[in-house]
């Protein structure tokens, strides 16, 4: 699928997975301003998503990478869901031949209600905004990272 020329670094299109057994966030960031928008969620079944509806994303976005978010424990040791995330990460690079980055997510979700409850109140805390909120943090904490 990833028939883009490579763009340079500091000037790359990311997106950002929130991974989840039953919905997984998505976003869109960009490197040259260190910022991410979120863009929706793709339904999954037992962490499996609905493939053709995430390829719409890829093919739309044309990313150079991707990161998704490992949900760690708070200790920052693995769970099932931690393993489960990185089974995802490396069937999308299977399946379309894109780099793929992890990201801790420790305490995005809660963050990414927290943001959206400041934004728009409770009626804001749609699963889907949640979702891909927590993939938008995922993104520009992954850029914090890597660039600060």
Known sequence: MSTKTKSPIGQ???????????YIG????Q??????????????TDGIP????LA????????DFIVVGLPLNMDGSEQQLTLDAKKFGNRIHGRFGIQV??????LTTADAKEQLFARGG?????KDNIDAESARLIIESYFEQQYT
């Open 31 to 44: 490197e040259m301003t260190g910022s991410a928008t979120p863009l929706g969620s793709v339904k999954a």
């Open 56 to 63: 719409k994303y890829l093919k739309e976005w044309q990313p």
């Open 122 to 126: 409770f009626k804001n805390l749609k």
């Open 101 to 106: 980055e992890f990201q801790d997510e420790r």
């Open 50 to 53: 609905h493939w053709d509806n």
């Open 12 to 22: 790359r299109t990311v997106i950002g997975f929130d991974f989840g057994k039953k």
């Open 26 to 29: 998505v976003a869109v960031g």
